[in-house]
């Protein structure tokens, strides 16, 4: 894993249609997402992302013949109210932020327009 920093991992799942799932570390498990068109790759632009069942954490290492991990790292939570998370992700191409938007059934999922320093 990363130490005392959450974790975070993308898990690309080809079953039953190729999606990525979304997996955060927070509170002893690995709250998840299914994100059918995949993560957002240009700011402004939403994705539907579909919670799903939350997985253990040794979930994060995980990998199948149907599902392989497409990235993974830390993840830290900037924001937080009672509809939207922002939180950065540390990948292995660099850092992303992104906003979770909770719809009531379901949440987008969308790439912010300011995005982390690298430097820091």
Avoid: C
Wanted: no cysteine.
């Amino acid at each position: 894993m990363t130490g005392d920093r959450p974790v975070f991992v993308l898990h690309d799942h080809e079953v039953p249609r190729r999606h990525l799932d979304l997996r955060l570390e927070e509170g002893g498990v690995l709250r998840s997402w299914a994100v059918p068109k995949g993560m957002p790759t240009r700011p402004g632009q939403h994705r539907l992302a579909v919670p799903v069942p939350d997985h253990g954490l040794d979930h994060a290492t995980y990998t199948d013949e149907h599902k392989s991990i497409a990235d993974t790292g830390w993840w830290e939570l900037e924001d937080r109210d009672a509809r939207r998370s922002v939180f950065v992700l540390h990948g292995r191409e660099g850092a992303h932020r992104y906003a979770l938007i909770d719809t009531g059934d379901n949440a987008l999922l969308h790439l912010t327009k300011d995005q982390p320093d690298e430097s820091r």
